[in-house]
């Protein structure tokens, strides 16, 4: 169930084939494909202004593993 909530918030995931989705909550497709994890921000930014987006993260750093989200 998507709420009101959930409008806000766009995800940024690396894909299989190294190309990067922007999705919404709960969605079957992806919103817009880029090459880049910089240009899926952007377009996420473009496509919601005022949404929480929440980027994958691709690799170990010291604040956090491959499987957490980060704030982009």
């Keep these: 169930m998507t709420g009101k909530k959930d ?33 899926a921000i952007e377009r996420a930014k473009q496509m919601n202004p005022n949404a929480a987006v929440h980027v994958e993260r691709v690799r170990t750093t010291t604040s956090g593993k491959p499987d957490k989200w980060r704030k982009g």
């Excluded at 909550?25 to 817009?32: H, N």
């Design 7 to 39: 409008s806000n918030n766009l995800f940024v995931e690396r894909r299989d084939d190294k190309t990067y989705a922007v999705r919404k909550p709960d969605s079957e497709r992806a919103s817009a494909v880029t090459q880049t994890q910089a240009q």
